[in-house]
């Protein structure tokens, strides 16, 4: 998951690039370098990262480019990939899910390899132990995939409230920062990045925040 975090972070930035540069043969090489980079989370089979990644490449495609060039990408993209889902749609469906190591018709517990079960678990346990968590009462449950849940139920949601409130913070600053931003240049990116660790924190218990060593650069840029 940690090198799904990583290769993450190489698609967006590659895509940034790929946006911004204005040599045309540096902006083909990044556009290379992204899809490579994709289908490298498909072997790796980081399933949060992929929905990161969309999620991210969506936003930055949005804010990039003018309102102009996107009725241009609407007008002749859209009847493209209609066609392209209605001749493909059975194969490609079928396609995603072999890439994922998934078989067709998984269910929500499959497809997060047993996490959100737990983190059901968690949130019923929560529910009963609001205050007090594990410091009085031990949950036996298994290690839970999500960084609010795992630490409700360590400490209980009161305990929690500062670390609750530092995590919320940053993720509206990001979300400020994102609405205010042109993508001009590479130094905005900080922002777009953030969307892989936040995004993370839903199915890891350590994301945002650690690995430190991950995570760190995103902070400096976020900061820049």
């Not at 497809?111 to 059901?120: A, C, E, F, K, P």
């Not at 594990?134 to 849940?149: G, K, T, V």
């Not at 600053?173 to 922002?191: D, H, M, P, S, V």
Request: glycine share 6%.
């Amino acid at each position: 998951n940690q090198i799904g975090q990583l290769i993450a972070f190489g698609v967006i930035l590659s895509y940034v690039f790929f946006i911004i540069e204005t040599k045309k043969i540096t902006k083909y090489l990044m556009l290379i370098l992204f899809f490579i980079l994709f289908s490298f989370l498909f072997i790796v089979k980081c399933k949060t990262a992929i929905f990161a990644v969309l999620i991210s490449v969506s936003i930055i495609f949005f804010k990039a480019f003018t309102k102009e060039t996107f009725k241009k990408y609407l007008l002749f993209g859209t009847p493209i990939f209609i066609l392209f889902l209605v001749i493909y749609a059975d194969e490609l469906i079928l396609g995603i899910f072999e890439l994922l190591g998934l078989e067709f018709g998984a269910s929500v517990n499959e497809l997060t390899t047993g996490r959100s079960s737990r983190n059901i678990e968690a949130l019923q346990y929560i529910i009963k132990n609001p205050f007090q968590g594990e410091l009085l009462r031990y949950s036996n449950i298994q290690m839970i995939h999500n960084w609010i849940l795992i630490r409700a139920v360590r400490y209980g949601v009161l305990l929690i409230l500062p670390m609750l409130i530092f995590y919320l913070m940053i993720l509206f600053f990001g979300i400020r920062e994102i609405y205010k931003t042109r993508l001009n240049n590479f130094f905005q990116i900080g922002c777009f990045l953030l969307i892989v660790p936040y995004i993370s924190s839903l199915a890891e218990p350590g994301a945002p925040f650690s690995p430190g060593p991950m995570f760190c650069f995103i902070y400096v840029f976020l900061g820049i």
